[in-house]
């Protein structure tokens, strides 16, 4: 098969295009041939920083994490999917799980999903690192009705699908992002846009909250950005962040008393732990967008198989305006 390797890490690292053998099926497994991949951050992260993460693969490397395809072969003890079955899952491209960026892929059936039928292959492909990140949050959260939501980075990967999903559970949702496009986003999923370089956080806390602050703070962005996440926080809120990499000072959390959920959905690919979490989450985001009530966002630049390295690109340079995907076929 081809596939797009890496032979080196690094930011000047090129993708080449090489033969491979075609995985072999395995127990509890399925061969599929991928039609689509995402590139997620941390898809950059491990080309830029390799061995420095923990999470990288060994080299040669495939790499693509989110993949939408159709099932080639089914290993021993797989139910619930058929041959020809198209599918959507986020299974590789970390540790020892070859990825997506490949005419065909190895992935345990816990990770994956009959795709949403109302979806293409590509839109699909968009959704699955992001839209688990997205709803483990929001459920660990306990999001309900009623409730006054924040999420921080409301047009991002992850935050443009934690706003539509809090919407169809009846939560009040507001969203920060910055510049036109973002706030047109923002304001097409049916949230208040907060254009965070333009409103101070007491003015749109007072006007969106009446001073009481955000029940549940969605920090999509995170890092530095969680200490701005306590400051808008209710009394007793909850805070999920995706990025608790940093040393923080925690007494703003503490005088609130504040829930901290630190969301890093890679841990079942990494530790074979609760794996089909992941596979019913997915199953459970297709209902949500074949009802209408999610859709995934793209970037409108597209890439082919060969277009790998200018798509990283494209992600890296802040410019895209949703998800950025490579088709394969």
Not at 31 to 50: C, E, F, P, Q, Y
């Amino acid at each position: 098969m081809k596939a797009m390797t890496l032979t080196s890490y690094g930011p000047d690292a090129a993708f080449e295009l090489t033969d491979l053998d075609r995985p072999q099926v395995t127990p509890g497994h399925v061969v599929l041939r991928v039609h689509a991949t995402s590139i997620n951050t941390v898809d950059t992260m491990i080309k830029n920083m390799g061995s420095d993460l923990p999470l990288s693969p060994a080299l040669p490397a495939v790499l693509g994490m989110d993949f939408a395809g159709v099932i080639e072969e089914l290993g021993e003890g797989v139910t619930g999917f058929a041959v020809g079955d198209e599918v959507y899952g986020c299974a590789g491209g970390l540790a020892d799980l070859q990825g997506a960026l490949a005419d065909y892929m190895l992935a345990d059936a816990q990770l994956i999903a009959h795709k949403p039928k109302s979806l293409s292959m590509r839109d699909a492909a968009a959704m699955p690192l992001v839209g688990i990140t997205a709803y483990e949050g929001l459920q660990r959260a306990g999001v309900a009705a009623g409730q006054k939501v924040l999420v921080q980075g409301g047009a991002g990967g992850v935050g443009h699908l934690a706003v539509q999903i809090a919407k169809h559970l009846g939560a009040e949702v507001s969203a920060t992002g910055t510049g036109d496009a973002q706030m047109d986003v923002i304001a097409g999923y049916g949230a208040t846009p907060i254009d965070f370089m333009k409103e101070k956080i007491a003015d749109y806390v007072a006007k969106q909250t009446g001073g009481a602050g955000f029940d549940m703070i969605f920090d999509a962005v995170g890092g530095a950005n969680m200490t701005n996440s306590f400051e808008v926080a209710a009394l007793n809120a909850q805070v999920v962040s995706t990025v608790g990499l940093l040393e923080i000072d925690l007494s703003p959390a503490h005088f609130k008393g504040l829930s901290l959920h630190i969301v890093f959905m890679l841990l079942p690919m990494l530790h074979n732990v609760n794996r089909h979490v992941h596979g019913d989450i997915l199953a459970k985001l297709a209902d949500l967008v074949d009802s209408g009530a999610v859709t995934p966002l793209l970037d409108d630049q597209r890439f082919g198989f060969e277009e790998v390295g200018a798509a990283y690109a494209r992600l890296g340079s802040g410019q895209a305006i949703g998800k950025v995907v490579v088709e394969l076929q």
